[in-house]
């Protein structure tokens, strides 16, 4: 009789986008840190996010989200973050997803009204601010990375587009930031597929042609994402609104405009002096979800401004399931995989 293999989840979602939070089934992973985790996990152990993330388990479009034990005896949890271009070090959706899970979970007890906790990510340690009323997790507001400008409205030559102008900033991974009415967009669910296909040139094309550098991370890669930049409207004082979206290489847009994109979007509104310390902005997703970035302060890194910030969302509970590995099933390959599961006879 062959043990089962079997990996326990919860599927949440921020926004639209859907976290798969992994609570059991994976044996302890090498490393002293959750950094360290999340490098044997995309050196030698890929195959649970490429398991995750493709049929017949799940799609591109989904996140995946390991709970591992943290390094920090202050964090109540670490995670380890996995899309489809990889592992990024920090995610504001799905850090938004990995709270509201451990809260439900019971990982981290629920205290009626607002509660503070730490998570350890692969970025290091991230304070969790959260609303609780009646039992349900209403709102979760979490540090987002600090974020700034690397380039300025750059130009490149996009095959099929001409000309097209682009700012990048780092906020947890490098940005590429576009105006969408100046390709045409407004911004609207209809046009998801084109902007996918848009996004995707562009990609291509820079990476083609340069590549980044954060001040203390190094080189950490392609550039990964691309964000459609809506008009900002202004809504009351010190509050700011815009349609969004964002692209993860190759080929997804994200259902929602995600934590990372808006601070993104926080970097550049500073840069250009647009936004004062205590502003929030409002991304609109094609969906009509939306996250809130707050403009928490600045600070001077590595020669570059650096703005803090605080994104606001609500992760939801889809379902809380077993999934059943079986590898002699030819849809699924156990490669880089079956060392980390734990036997269940």
Same mark, same amino acid.
């Given at each position: ?10 599927? !949440?979602?921020?926004?639209?986008? #859907? ?45 995946? $989200? ?6 920090? /005896? ?6 380890? *973050? ?17 709270? !509201? ?20 990510? /692969? ?79 562009? #990609? ?17 890669? /392609? ?7 809506? /008009? ?46 205590? $502003? ?11 996250? *809130? ?39 699924? $390959?156990? $490669? ?10």
């Amino acid at each position: 009789m062959k043990p089962e293999l079997t990996i326990q989840l919860m599927d !949440t979602h921020a926004g639209g986008d #859907v976290s798969r939070i992994v609570t059991g089934g994976i044996d302890a992973l090498p490393g002293n840190s959750v950094r360290a985790q999340m490098e044997y996990l995309r050196d030698h152990a890929d195959g649970l996010r490429k398991l995750l993330l493709e049929e017949p388990y799940g799609i591109p479009e989904m996140s995946v $989200d390991l709970l591992v034990p943290p390094s920090d /005896p202050h964090a109540a949890a670490g995670y380890i *973050i996995m899309e489809v271009m990889g592992y990024p070090i920090y995610s504001g959706s799905n850090t938004i997803c990995t709270a !509201t899970a451990v809260l439900e979970a019971g990982i981290v007890p629920k205290k009626e009204g607002k509660q503070s906790f730490l998570l350890e990510s /692969p970025a290091g340690l991230v304070r969790i601010d959260a609303l609780v009323e009646n039992g349900v997790v209403e709102a979760i507001t979490c540090e987002g990375l600090p974020s700034y400008i690397h380039t300025y409205r750059a130009t490149i030559e996009v095959p099929s587009l001409g000309s097209v102008t682009y700012s990048v900033a780092y906020s947890g991974g490098f940005y590429a930031l576009v105006d969408a009415e100046s390709l045409g967009f407004e911004l609207l669910l209809s046009e998801e597929r084109k902007l996918a296909d848009t996004a995707y040139a562009i #990609v291509e094309a820079i990476q083609a042609e340069r590549g980044f550098s954060h001040y203390t991370l190094g080189d950490v890669g /392609p550039l990964p994402f691309l964000h459609f930049m809506g /008009p900002v409207h202004q809504i009351a004082e010190g509050y700011y609104r815009s349609r969004s979206a964002t692209y993860v290489h190759p080929g997804v847009i994200c259902r929602s405009t995600t934590g990372t994109g808006t601070s993104a979007r926080l970097a550049l509104m500073n840069y250009e002096g647009r936004i004062r310390s205590g $502003d929030k902005l409002e991304t609109i997703s094609l969906r009509e979800t939306g996250f *809130i970035g707050e403009f928490s302060g600045l600070g001077q890194v590595g020669g570059y401004q650096v703005v803090k910030n605080n994104i606001i969302g609500r992760g939801y509970v889809l379902a809380r399931s077993d999934i059943v590995v079986n590898c002699d099933d030819l849809m699924v $390959d156990c $490669d880089g995989l079956r060392h980390i599961l734990t036997s269940r006879w």
